[in-house]
């Protein structure tokens, strides 16, 4: 177990204000990432962190920026919310797994942030 | 930029028969392959992997897959489907360890008694 907490787990917010999402691991993951999934489009990349303020674009990232101060803890905000972020947000680690043969490594996911924007 | 195609987004079998969900990858270099299963209102839980090491994999729950190079597929099969086996599965690639997953759009698959 990664050891991953989302939250908060449900969130309704309205257009124009600022939310942030939390995502918690307690295992000194390196790297982290944030996802969102919709429906007909599966999960999407919004941002990605390979260490303490190492932090990159993913493939829809406008609108979000997020912040890693610490290794545990990975931030999503949405600066100014639109009803197009109505989604569920579901943050990751990945890790190098020791292995018999060659390369091996684990992606898990948290539960999931489901975000209502009205 | 490597990215998955899964073919269908909704695949419907019935009670023992075989399940085939198709997932083909594009990639400049050998990928790492994952699916993954969703059941509603939850998170993803891994199926299997290849990472490089058997090409034939198996999974959790009586689900395998291989990956064919030279197709650039990574099919996932189970020989008798269960009503349980009732959910959303999404294939993914990454182009080495520790770099972004790129999802499929997902299947789901239903299961008829």
């Known amino acids: 177990d990664a050891g991953i907490t989302q939250s908060p787990r449900h969130k309704v917010t309205e257009t124009g204000t600022p939310v942030t999402l939390r995502c918690h691991q307690t295992e000194n993951h390196r790297y982290m990432y944030w996802y969102r999934q919709d429906p007909g489009h599966g999960l999407r990349l919004i941002h990605y962190?390979?260490?303490?303020?190492?932090?990159d674009k993913g493939e829809v990232s406008d609108g979000y920026s997020v912040s890693r101060s610490k290794t545990e803890d990975f931030l999503l905000t949405l600066e100014s919310a639109t009803s197009s972020q109505t989604s569920v947000y579901f943050c990751a680690i990945s890790e190098s797994l020791p292995g018999q043969g060659g390369a091996d490594y684990g992606y898990t996911f948290g539960s999931g942030t489901r975000l209502t924007v009205v | 930029a490597q990215s998955v195609t899964q073919l269908g987004s909704h695949v419907s079998v019935s009670e023992g028969a075989l399940v085939l969900l198709r997932c083909n990858y594009s990639s400049s270099v050998p990928p790492y392959l994952f699916w993954y299963v969703q059941y509603p209102n939850q998170g993803l839980q891994l199926l299997l992997k290849?990472?490089?090491?058997?090409?034939l994999v198996k999974g959790i729950n009586g689900f395998e897959a291989e990956f064919k190079k030279s197709e650039t597929s990574f099919h996932l099969t189970k020989p008798s489907a269960h009503m349980s086996d009732a959910a959303e599965y999404f294939c993914?690639?990454?182009?080495?360890?520790?770099?972004?997953?790129?999802f499929g759009k997902g299947t789901r698959l239903s299961v008829i008694a």
């Open positions: 290849y990472t490089s090491a058997a090409t």
């Open positions: 962190s390979y260490g303490v303020k190492d932090t």
């Open positions: 993914a690639v990454a182009l080495s360890g520790n770099t972004p997953l790129v």
